[in-house]
Nanobody, 129 residues
């Protein structure tokens, strides 16, 4: 059974930082693309970043570039999202997801949640102004 468990959310002031973790079981991290998504109240779920398994590169949404860093430790089956310089507009529930497709089109993978096969339960991030 595939399970993704996101954690590390919380309440932080604007300009602060958080590190989210996603613990993954039931799949080989080397074979799956792993992504971070977020969903703010009343908004669509949007991609934040993902690691493409076949080249190990990380792709970021424009909103995350320069502030967020995604990394993985395959031996621990865990991926991280380091979020710095947080803004109130980063407030959302953050989810990790897994997908095994070979095609890599960042603009599509970050936009279409239906392309991702497995999802974690989400962790709340609240950034106060």
């Amino acid at each position: 059974e595939v399970q993704l468990q996101a954690s590390g959310g919380g309440l932080v002031q604007a300009g602060g930082y958080l590190r989210l973790s996603c613990s993954i079981s039931g799949l080989n991290l080397a074979d799956y693309n792993i992504g971070w998504f977020r969903q703010a109240p009343g908004k669509e779920r949007e991609g934040v970043a993902y690691i493409y398994s076949r080249n190990g590169r990380t792709y970021y949404a424009d909103s995350a570039k320069g502030r967020f860093t995604m990394s993985s430790v395959n031996a621990k089956s865990t991926v991280y999202l380091q979020m710095d310089s947080l803004k109130p507009e980063d407030t959302a529930v953050y989810y990790c997801a897994a997908d095994r497709r070979e095609s890599n089109v960042p603009s599509i993978l970050l936009k279409l949640r239906q392309l991702w096969d497995y999802w974690g339960q989400g962790t709340q991030v609240t950034v106060s102004s």
